[in-house]
């Protein structure tokens, strides 16, 4: 069997620290000293700091307390010197009402205000004596957690689930009874809403990434308040997760409710010794994080770099080494219909799909993955999709795949234009300072980017059967103009949401198919293809006649 060490964490970020470390304002007497927004403090280019960058005054800490041969960081007094000056420059820019911005001024961002209280609550717990914090950042801790516990998010549960941990953690070091008391009821009030296939709700779905995220958070929290309840809750998350590491060790997927391709592994290192499955989870991400150069820290943003790196960090502080690592052929048919998620097995390879996204998938076998979103349809600057959520779908499952059909939906590509950007800092400026203004533009801004849909007059319908070679999938278009252009497959979606289209290797030898006037009849399209597990393209007919495979569609 297998073993997956868990070094892997520190070899994974120890080559990124130089980035990180170079985020930060380090400049004497620089009114931002501390600030990890260098768009803000350095390029100058927004007019207020992001201030869920600061979680990684977290990696700080960490860095200088692991003891490794590759971390040549541990124990630099620059590090805790830095850390200071970053929890520092947020407590004075901190809002009035306790509140931190993310996306604009004024925001009242739930995310930047709880994930940056739990980064800098871990902080004040562990340093101890490292460091002697200034009175006022326990004041400022308080004021944000009172923020957070009359500000709620449950359709974005792992926000809820990080506000609860930064609640939590502020009540251990200020022994306020009120929020700890808030921490135990937003806890009760998330668990309840846990579904019975063992997800939390992301805007009314399941999704593979932010899922991790949760569970990451929870299990932090059952690790120092350990509950029958919790670890009931923790355990069928897990369960649930488990089936999103494919046999390539590519990572969750476009059928998730928010297209994210990655398994934070915190939350199933901390449960390893106590829950059998977390253990085989955790081995197998290790595995993945060695074998692959395009998942976990390699291909995020700049943004994303630092929200993750610290918990990988923290990863391997939890971690017990070695594991060994199940087989992933032991995968097995699964469906949780109430998210619409299905998978199915075969000795050469798997398929995940989502009902309720017009029939994405991802395809893989040991070699290799490849991801069809399904449609989109481009018409005059306007674009409809197959693969909205949530959507209103018709579909069937039966046991060998799976029938879907719906109409296609126009989604939003607008983009910041001067305009709008000048009106949103006047808005936020004025009116936006008042929590019922605040809210209104964030609800609304929720609905135009990511919930918003329109059904159009176009129809499709995929049909997905498997068999030991591989699949079938025979895809139908029906109310087409000349005008439009169609485009099938693909890995890259118009799903709004800063950790999705992120690079895979699998996108180097992935085209979507393109039609045009020339292949509609009568406005209806119908492709069918025949796809190994391998990936390879086999047979591709257009409206039933088949056609010559190209060298770039041969191998998809």
């Known amino acids: 069997m297998t073993h997956a060490s868990k070094d892997i964490y520190l070899t994974s970020i120890i080559p990124l620290v130089p980035q990180i470390l170079t985020q930060i304002d380090r400049r004497a007497g620089s009114p931002t000293k501390g600030c990890f927004d260098r768009e803000y403090w350095q390029h100058l280019s927004v007019d207020f700091p992001c201030m869920e960058k600061q979680e990684s005054v977290l990696t700080l800490w960490l860095l200088y307390e692991i003891e490794h041969s590759s971390n040549v960081y541990r124990g630099s007094s620059r590090l805790l010197e830095w850390l200071e000056d970053g929890v520092g420059f947020w407590c004075k820019s901190q809002r009035p009402n306790g509140s931190f911005d993310e996306w604009y001024p004024h925001e009242n961002s739930m995310t930047a205000t709880a994930f940056s209280t ?6 004040l717990i562990q340093t101890k004596d490292s460091i002697k914090w200034k009175e006022d950042v326990y004041a400022h801790v308080l004021r944000a957690a009172r923020w957070i516990a009359g500000c709620s998010e449950y359709s974005v549960s792992n926000q809820e689930a990080g506000a609860i941990l930064a609640l939590d953690n502020t009540a251990r070091i200020t022994g306020n009874t009120k929020i700890k008391e808030a921490a135990d009821n937003k806890l009760k009030k998330l668990l309840s809403l846990q579904d019975e296939e063992g997800w ?3 805007y009314g779905g399941a999704d593979v990434g ?4 949760t569970l990451a958070y929870l299990a932090q929290l059952w690790k120092r308040s350990p509950s029958e309840r919790l670890y009931s809750a923790l355990e069928r998350l897990v369960s649930f997760i488990s089936n999103f590491v494919h046999l390539d060790f590519s990572l969750g997927g476009c059928y998730g409710s928010r297209n994210t391709e990655y398994i934070l592994p915190l ?6 010794s106590k829950v059998p499955l977390a253990a085989g989870l955790a081995a197998k991400l290790r595995l993945a994080y060695s074998k692959r150069a395009d998942i976990g820290l390699s291909n995020v943003d700049h943004r994303y770099l630092l929200l993750h790196n610290y918990f990988y960090l923290e ?6 080494d070695p594991l060994d690592v199940p087989s992933l052929n032991a ?4 469906s949780f219909g109430r998210c619409g998620i299905i998978g199915r097995s075969r000795e050469g390879g798997h398929i995940v799909a989502s009902l309720k996204k017009g029939g994405a998938f991802k395809i893989a076998s040991t070699d290799r993955s490849l991801t069809d979103c399904g449609w989109t349809v481009c018409d005059s600057g306007r674009v409809l999709i197959s693969y909205h959520f949530p959507g209103s779908l018709e579909s069937h499952l039966y046991p060998e795949g799976f029938k879907v059909k719906g109409r ?4 939003s590509t607008a983009k910041m234009t001067t305009l709008a950007l000048v009106a949103l800092r006047v808005y936020m400026s004025t009116f936006g300072r008042f929590k019922f203004f605040s809210r209104l533009l964030k609800n609304f801004s929720r609905y135009i980017l990511i919930t918003n849909s329109r059904a159009s007059g176009i129809e499709f319908e995929r049909d997905v059967s498997v068999n030991k070679l591989g699949i079938i999938v025979n895809d139908t278009l029906k109310g087409l103009s000349n005008s439009q252009v169609v485009y099938l497959g693909g890995s890259l ?3 709004l949401g800063p950790s999705t289209g992120t690079f895979r290797n699998e996108q180097l030898s992935v085209k979507s198919l393109c039609f045009k006037e020339d292949d509609f009849q009568g406005g209806k399209l119908h492709v069918e293809r025949q796809i190994s597990w391998n990936t390879e393209l086999n047979l591709f007919k257009v409206n039933n006649l088949k056609k010559e495979l190209s060298s770039e569609h041969a191998k998809i």
């Open 493 to 495: 979606s118009y799903a």
């Open 408 to 411: 296609l939906k126009y989604i």
């Open 267 to 272: 939350g199933a290192e901390i449960l390893a």
């Open 331 to 334: 995968a097995q048919d699964f």
């Open 210 to 213: 932010y899922s991790s995220v």
């Open 315 to 320: 990863s391997y502080r939890e971690a017990r």
């Open 118 to 123: 739990r980064c800098i609550t871990e902080c």
């Open 200 to 202: 939390f709700s992301e």
